[in-house]
């Protein structure tokens, strides 16, 4: 067992019957759906809400009934990744590029659980690159901007060396900052930056942290 296993196991006793879940997305979900698959072939009822293509095909292998965000009134609770978690649980994500659909499953939730291991756990955030998703149209000027402030942007590659492209059509530039002082105004100042989808920055955005460890044992935030 590894930490990420433990968290995504210990989330899934959180979860009640008739639930409306809001499904994250990464390794660490992965063994939360997992564990939900086995409820689920078992009689448990609930509702999946995905944050991300990767996460739908999944939860179709596995046979955890869905539906899109549009179609549910609320998400009772979100179990999903991170990147970095302060001890104010204020976090970075979009490692895996699911932050816009992150975001906006988060949103609509009355809970959020994020499930890490505990090398994502910090002091400061900022040492993870953080992601900022773009619309492609005249994405050089906002990497321009972005440069010119210090933040040292770079364009995300693919696999097969053309630019990642997100399940919303857009690009991500990854900021290299090692060290965020003030995340907040950090996160404003992106939230009004023109051809800036979304931000990585997800602050007072989840309710409890659970971090697993490779011995099985799991420590609550
Ligand atoms: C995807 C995310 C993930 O939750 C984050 O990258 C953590 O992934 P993993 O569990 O694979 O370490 O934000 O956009």
């Known amino acids: 067992m590894d930490g990420k296993q433990a968290a995504g196991r210990r989330a899934?006793?959180?979860?009640?019957?008739?639930?409306?879940?809001?499904?994250?997305t990464g390794s660490t979900v992965y063994y939360f759906l997992e564990a939900l698959a086995k409820k689920v072939a078992n009689g448990f009822k609930m509702t999946g809400v995905a944050t991300s293509q990767k996460t739908i095909d999944l939860a179709n292998e596995w046979k955890i009934p869905m539906h899109a965000l549009n179609d549910v009134a609320k998400i009772d609770v979100t179990v999903d990744g991170?990147?970095?978690?302060?001890?104010?649980?204020?976090?970075?994500k979009g490692g895996?590029?699911?932050?816009?659909?992150?975001?906006?499953?988060?949103?609509?939730s009355a809970r959020r659980i994020w499930i890490v291991d505990a090398s994502k756990k910090v002091e400061q955030l900022g040492a993870f690159p953080l992601p900022v998703e773009v619309v492609p149209f005249g994405w050089k000027h906002v990497h321009a901007y972005l440069s010119e402030k210090?933040?040292?942007?770079?364009?995300?590659?693919a696999a097969d060396g053309q630019p990642y492209v997100t399940d919303a059509h857009h690009y991500i530039l990854d900021l290299h900052l090692q060290s965020i002082a003030n995340a907040e105004s950090l996160a404003n100042e992106l939230d009004h930056l023109t051809g800036v989808v979304e931000h990585g920055l997800f602050?007072?955005?989840?309710?409890?942290?659970?971090i697993g460890y490779p011995d099985g044992h799991t420590e609550t935030l």
């Open 203 to 210: 602050l007072g955005m989840t309710e409890k942290v659970i």
């Open 82 to 92: 991170a990147d970095e978690v302060d001890s104010k649980l204020n976090g970075i």
């Open 96 to 108: 895996g590029g699911a932050l816009l659909y992150e975001k906006l499953v988060a949103k609509a």
């Open 12 to 24: 899934a006793d959180e979860i009640k019957d008739g639930m409306t879940i809001g499904l994250g």
């Open 150 to 157: 210090g933040y040292r942007p770079e364009l995300r590659y």
